[in-house]
């Protein structure tokens, strides 16, 4: 005999009892995929490392049916003594379901850890587009600290604030 009771078809546990904190992935996907390759073939014998920028933009949204929306955005430019070598675009996203998560912790979750679990596919994608454009070893990007860059924003945002630091 189980200590738990079963939910119901639409998730929805007995209200004697509170609902149990759930996270499920419902679908992935890619959304936008660009791979930039303007100097080829030159760019594929570069000498050394090219420098890289990398940027990341996380977005999330709720929607009627009470699921949200996780976006990750990737934007990496290689460059070699101001030369372009490549630029990846990608915006990779999630479907998700939250269940018995506490008001005050829904964005975190979404922030955080919607986009850790999205993060190795969308790192294999862009490793994937830089090796079918010809370049050897592919670009492999280093984990995101996603805590980090959802610390920072808010951060911003209270300086931002009025009555916050200047």
Do not use: W
């Amino acid at each position: 005999m189980t200590d738990v009771s079963p939910a119901d078809a639409n998730g929805a546990t007995p209200t004697n009892q509170p609902p149990v904190p759930g996270f499920r992935i419902l679908a992935q996907y890619v959304r936008d995929l660009s791979f930039e390759n303007p100097k080829a073939p030159d760019s594929l014998r570069i000498d050394g490392k090219p420098q890289i920028d990398m940027g990341v933009e996380l977005n999330a949204a709720g929607r009627p049916d009470g699921l949200f929306e996780v976006d990750v955005k990737l934007s990496i430019k290689a460059a070699s003594n101001g030369t372009p070598v490549f630029h990846v675009e990608l915006l990779y996203g999630g479907l998700f379901q939250l269940t018995g998560i506490p008001e005050q912790d829904i964005e975190p979750m979404l922030l955080i850890e919607c986009p850790r679990y999205l993060f190795p596919y969308a790192r294999e994608i862009v490793s994937r587009a830089t090796a079918d454009g010809g370049f050897y070893p592919p670009f492999v990007m280093d984990p995101i600290d996603f805590a980090g860059i959802y610390a920072a924003r808010q951060q911003q945002i209270a300086q931002q604030a009025p009555g916050g630091a200047a």
